[in-house]
């Protein structure tokens, strides 16, 4: 058998994967999500670390994923990602110079950050590129709950750098395009020309997925148990029906939606994001803008998107990025593991 590397993110609505076989022609062998309760994850934070392995091991088992090797993808809301213009100097000596030259950068001592520096072009003795820093907890969390489940990280990858290398399947030689991936409270601006990210921006945006509704409706079934056990546990007058209406009326939760205004919101600030990008990098213009993520099937999102935009704008799903040897995926999850296939394609490098 091939092979194989499991791309892996862990968000607050749930964990998901891709398996994916190693080699000049990868293909998804496997893949799957498992929802988390309420509290158990937030942005790539771990706050729940029994709720989460549990979901983990339920994930391995349902999808049928066969390695235990992963690449695991963070995109927290609190991980710095910035311009960043330095002497070029050996990866090694590089290493050892960050920690000093950022620390006015940082929201925390360098010591107790994660750091990372990634190369995008070099002129004379500057080299420019993107600035990478998180918490080094927090990271230290996410990968002991991971290996709690009896899985290994080979690699900590930042999931906009995977959503950039997983577009690149669908961007031609040298043009530059955006690719948005719009998740249920957080989105990923990343431009890319071949394969390189130019800029990247980690957003906090809340969108009525799927998963979000669902876990909105569980939730409110829930809350409504408590109460109507109470009542129900109450003397029962003569004519008890109109108690069992009023329980039954306490167990119906209202549905999400957003709202015109919601979208026009999350619209504007991606719109915003990429002008900022057009401002000051004229030399490499946005030719399309590629959508994934499960807010591509919110009612309104891309529609609004296309016509706000003055590049066309196309949905990815990931059987548009990469091969696969079994069912695509349909709906939210096939937009959703378009970064997760891309933490795989890395090869754990």
């Given at each position: 058998?091939a092979?194989?590397i499991v791309?892996?993110e862990?968000?607050e609505?749930?964990?998901r ?28 934070e ?7 392995v549990?979901?983990l ?18 995109g ?8 960043y213009?330095m002497?070029?100097?050996r990866?090694d000596?590089?290493a ?14 360098a010591?107790?950050a ?5 190369p995008?072009s ?15 907890e ?8 991971v290996?709690k489940?009896?899985l290994?990280?080979d ?15 669908v ?35 809340e ?6 509704r669902?876990?909105?409706a ?7 148990a408590?109460?109507v056990?109470e ?8 004519g ?12 119906t ?25 057009a ?31 003055p ?10 990025v990469?091969e ?12 959703d593991?378009?970064p997760?296939?891309g933490?795989?394609l890395?090869?754990?490098?």
């Amino acid at each position: 058998m091939a092979k194989t590397i499991v791309g892996l993110e862990i968000t607050e609505e749930g964990v998901r994967a891709a398996e994916v076989t190693v080699g000049r022609s990868p293909r998804v062998v496997a893949f799957g999500s498992v929802p988390l309760p309420p509290g158990a994850a937030k942005d790539s934070e771990v706050f729940d670390t029994d709720a989460v392995v549990l979901a983990l091991r339920q994930l391995w088992s349902r999808a049928g994923i066969k390695s235990k090797n992963v690449v695991l993808g963070i995109g927290s809301r609190r991980i710095l990602v910035r311009d960043y213009t330095m002497q070029a100097m050996r990866p090694d000596l590089l290493a050892q110079a960050l920690p000093f030259q950022v620390q006015d950068l940082l929201p925390v001592p360098a010591e107790q950050a994660v750091l990372d520096f990634y190369p995008i072009s070099q002129q004379g003795d500057q080299v420019s590129g993107l600035l990478v820093a998180a918490v080094a907890e927090t990271v230290d969390e996410l990968v002991s709950a991971v290996t709690k489940a009896k899985l290994t990280v080979d690699v900590v990858d930042l999931a906009p750098f995977a959503l950039a290398r997983a577009v690149t399947a669908v961007a031609a030689a040298g043009e530059t395009v955006a690719a948005l991936h719009l998740g249920d409270h957080t989105t990923y601006v990343v431009v890319v020309q071949d394969g390189v990210p130019r800029f990247v921006r980690i957003i906090p945006t809340e969108i009525v997925t799927e998963a979000v509704r669902a876990r909105a409706a569980a939730q409110t079934d829930t809350d409504a148990a408590a109460p109507v056990v109470e009542e129900l546990l109450e003397t029962v007058p003569p004519g008890d029906a109109p108690m069992r209406r009023r329980a039954a009326s306490r167990g119906t939760g209202r549905t999400l939606t957003m709202s015109d205004a919601d979208v026009r919101d999350v619209v504007a600030r991606l719109g915003s994001t990429l002008r900022f990008y057009a401002d000051r990098s004229a030399d490499a213009p946005v030719t399309r803008v590629l959508v994934s993520g499960a807010g591509v099937a919110v009612d309104g999102i891309v529609a609004s998107l296309a016509a706000s935009l003055p590049m066309p704008v196309h949905p990815v799903g990931l059987s548009s990025v990469v091969e696969t040897k079994v069912a695509a995926p349909v709906g939210d999850v096939d937009f959703d593991l378009v970064p997760t296939v891309g933490l795989a394609l890395g090869g754990g490098r």
